[in-house]
């Protein structure tokens, strides 16, 4: 007596409701077992798509009629497109099952593979489902380059955007302010770069709160999505090509293709140079410049009787040097020192308040847009306990639908828990910008060497002759910033200085730098 196996294929619980359930499935197939008098031997469930022949319970199933190899076996099933979707896997996997001697039939589409012209219909039969595949995966093809060629991003939001939707229904993305700030600061920072390299980069990215890992950092700086383009891949006899999207872009596109020209010429660029290892006693090392020769000053440390010495010195012929310790104190010093010119601090403010304003507004739409999943899952969930009660579905689907509903409930529940987390709700005051310019010292301190060396070249954005006074090397941006007795005509500075990048970008960044901090040390 043969040994009859019943296999079942669900893809998905939407071809549940459409008449493919598996307890529809199997009623049928036990119905035809007992009107021909075959005993079953067992029944298998699966839920893969039949797009190709990787299902996990397929597979058990093959495995175990090699091994058994006692008596002749048939796997039944309803339809042809529940054995395949795929006319050329089905042909190849039909001729290795006949060589087991394993019998094929779908009881809804009966074949006599006995007439040689049984073969024909099974190939109709095959390529009807292929057919309606392929017409499915070329109309959601076509709908997805047609929104590509419109400028929209349909894919996941990269990252520094998010994913939103308008009030009529139409999702697109926006930039996600932490992320963006820390984007646009590292393609700057790119084009700027005379001392750091890309790897270098990327670290100082994750520390400033950026996560990805360094290859998918090596891609984004090469993303044209950055500067609000989109690149179009090649489709049918159309080539690959990069267009206007309708989302704004992160940078501008001139400092977009600037960054592309420096990471071109990867023989010549600074930013392939041997990494370094940071040195907290060296902090200003490949800042300094030598007032003798006006060579990069680099550092090295001399044994004396009871502990080492640190000094930033030249190289070469050229003896110059100076202790380190007296510097890097001295700047510790004037951190301590300094305090912020009153217009200066009412613009940091303005901009660190700005800054927090967009971080809500972002909190409360992705609050929202999460709230509105975790209902619609409850819905479904709800709904799904209906059609069960009604008898429309049977248990396993009502089960996998459940579980489904719970999977993505306690994921959304964690997202939210995260967003709330790292939204910063009632951390910052109103005071924040105004806070951190008066505890620069105390955050410096505080921080690792990585850090350290963040804040000092906002102080010192290029290179400069060392001197033994700090107030010596400072730039005039600065000076005007912290010392604002300097310049008398408040009104003259405003115009002068309103528009100047210097003093925007060290602004910027010490407005990060209090998020970043989360003002844990105010």
């Given at each position: 007596?043969?040994?009859?196996?019943?296999?079942?294929?669900?893809?998905?619980?939407?071809?549940?409701?459409?008449?493919?359930?598996?307890?529809?499935?199997?009623?049928?197939?036990?119905?035809?077992?007992?009107?021909?008098?075959?005993?079953?031997?067992?029944?298998?469930?699966?839920?893969?798509?039949?797009?190709?022949?990787?299902?996990?319970?397929?597979?058990?199933?093959?495995?175990?009629?090699?091994?058994?190899?006692?008596?002749?076996?048939?796997?039944?099933?309803?339809?042809?497109?529940?054995?395949?979707?795929?006319?050329?896997?089905?042909?190849?996997?039909?001729?290795?099952?006949?060589?087991?001697?394993?019998?094929?039939?779908?009881?809804?589409?009966?074949?006599?593979?006995?007439?040689?012209?049984?073969?024909?219909?099974?190939?109709?039969?095959?390529?009807?489902?292929?057919?309606?595949?392929?017409?499915?995966?070329?109309?959601?093809?076509?709908?997805?380059?047609?929104?590509?060629?419109?400028?929209?991003?349909?894919?996941?939001?990269?990252?520094?955007?998010?994913?939103?939707?308008?009030?009529?229904?139409?999702?697109?993305?926006?930039?996600?302010?932490?992320?963006?700030?820390?984007?646009r600061?590292?393609?700057?920072?790119?084009?700027?770069?005379?001392?750091?390299?890309?790897?270098?980069?990327?670290k100082?990215a994750?520390?400033?709160?950026?996560?990805?890992?360094?290859?998918?950092?090596?891609?984004?700086?090469?993303?044209?999505?950055?500067?609000?383009?989109?690149?179009?891949?090649?489709?049918?006899?159309?080539?690959?090509?990069?267009?206007?999207?309708l989302?704004?872009?992160?940078?501008?596109?001139?400092?977009?293709?600037?960054?592309?020209?420096?990471?071109?010429?990867?023989?010549?660029?600074?930013?392939?140079?041997?990494?370094?290892?940071?040195?907290?006693?060296?902090?200003?090392?490949?800042?300094?410049?030598?007032?003798?020769?006006?060579?990069?000053?680099?550092?090295?440390?001399?044994?004396?009787?009871?502990?080492?010495?640190?000094?930033?010195?030249?190289?070469?012929?050229?003896?110059?040097?100076?202790?380190?310790?007296?510097?890097?104190?001295?700047?510790?010093?004037?951190?301590?020192?300094?305090?912020?010119?009153?217009?200066?601090?009412?613009?940091a403010?303005?901009?660190?308040?700005?800054?927090?304003?967009?971080?809500?507004?972002?909190?409360?739409?992705?609050?929202?847009?999460?709230?509105?999943?975790?209902?619609?899952?409850?819905?479904?969930?709800?709904?799904?306990?209906?059609?069960?009660?009604?008898?429309?579905?049977?248990?396993?689907?009502?089960f996998?639908?459940?579980?489904?509903?719970?999977?993505?409930?306690?994921?959304?529940?964690?997202?939210?828990?995260?967003?709330?987390l790292?939204?910063?709700?009632?951390?910052?005051?109103?005071?924040?910008?105004?806070?951190?310019?008066?505890?620069?010292?105390?955050?410096?301190?505080?921080?690792?060497?990585?850090?350290?060396?963040r804040?000092?070249?906002?102080f010192?954005?290029?290179?400069?002759?060392?001197?033994?006074?700090?107030?010596?090397?400072?730039?005039?941006?600065?000076?005007?910033?912290?010392?604002?007795?300097?310049?008398?005509?408040?009104?003259m500075?405003?115009?002068?200085?309103?528009?100047?990048?210097?003093?925007?970008?060290?602004?910027?960044?010490?407005a990060?730098?209090?998020?970043?901090?989360?003002?844990?040390?105010?």
């Amino acid at each position: 007596m043969p040994v009859v196996y019943l296999y079942i294929r669900v893809s998905t619980d939407e071809q549940a409701v459409k008449g493919y359930s598996q307890r529809s499935q199997l009623e049928r197939l036990v119905h035809y077992c007992k009107y021909n008098s075959l005993v079953i031997t067992e029944t298998i469930l699966e839920d893969c798509s039949a797009k190709t022949f990787n299902r996990p319970a397929w597979n058990k199933l093959i495995t175990k009629i090699k091994y058994l190899k006692s008596s002749p076996a048939t796997i039944l099933f309803t339809c042809w497109d529940r054995f395949s979707r795929n006319i050329t896997d089905a042909y190849i996997i039909f001729e290795k099952l006949q060589k087991l001697g394993v019998s094929l039939q779908a009881i809804d589409q009966p074949i006599d593979f006995s007439i040689p012209e049984s073969k024909i219909i099974l190939a109709v039969y095959l390529a009807t489902s292929e057919v309606e595949n392929d017409k499915k995966s070329r109309n959601v093809s076509l709908g997805l380059q047609k929104a590509r060629l419109e400028g929209r991003w349909i894919n996941k939001a990269p990252l520094g955007y998010r994913n939103k939707i308008t009030a009529d229904g139409k999702k697109y993305i926006a930039a996600y302010a932490p992320e963006a700030f820390i984007i646009r600061e590292v393609f700057e920072e790119i084009i700027k770069a005379k001392r750091v390299t890309l790897s270098e980069i990327y670290k100082e990215a994750m520390a400033k709160g950026l996560k990805c890992s360094r290859s998918a950092f090596y891609m984004l700086v090469r993303n044209p999505i950055y500067c609000g383009q989109i690149k179009i891949p090649e489709i049918g006899n159309e080539k690959s090509r990069i267009i206007d999207g309708l989302h704004t872009g992160i940078v501008s596109l001139e400092l977009f293709e600037r960054v592309q020209k420096v990471l071109g010429n990867i023989k010549n660029s600074r930013l392939v140079k041997k990494k370094r290892v940071l040195n907290e006693n060296y902090l200003l090392r490949g800042i300094l410049l030598c007032p003798d020769c006006g060579k990069t000053l680099t550092g090295s440390s001399s044994q004396g009787r009871s502990r080492k010495y640190y000094y930033y010195h030249c190289t070469g012929k050229c003896k110059y040097r100076i202790r380190a310790d007296y510097i890097n104190a001295g700047f510790q010093l004037f951190l301590k020192d300094i305090k912020i010119d009153v217009f200066f601090s009412k613009r940091a403010n303005d901009l660190l308040k700005k800054i927090d304003k967009g971080r809500q507004l972002d909190y409360q739409i992705k609050k929202s847009e999460i709230g509105k999943a975790m209902d619609r899952s409850i819905d479904r969930s709800l709904n799904a306990h209906r059609l069960f009660s009604e008898g429309k579905i049977d248990y396993d689907d009502y089960f996998l639908i459940k579980e489904n509903c719970k999977a993505y409930l306690k994921k959304y529940a964690s997202e939210l828990r995260e967003l709330v987390l790292n939204a910063g709700a009632g951390i910052y005051g109103k005071n924040a910008g105004d806070s951190i310019f008066h505890r620069l010292a105390e955050v410096y301190e505080l921080s690792d060497v990585l850090m350290k060396q963040r804040i000092a070249r906002l102080f010192f954005p290029e290179k400069v002759i060392a001197d033994a006074n700090i107030l010596n090397m400072l730039p005039e941006f600065i000076k005007e910033i912290f010392g604002g007795e300097l310049v008398k005509d408040s009104v003259m500075k405003e115009q002068d200085f309103n528009n100047d990048e210097m003093i925007n970008n060290f602004l910027n960044e010490i407005a990060l730098l209090a998020f970043e901090q989360h003002l844990k040390t105010f």
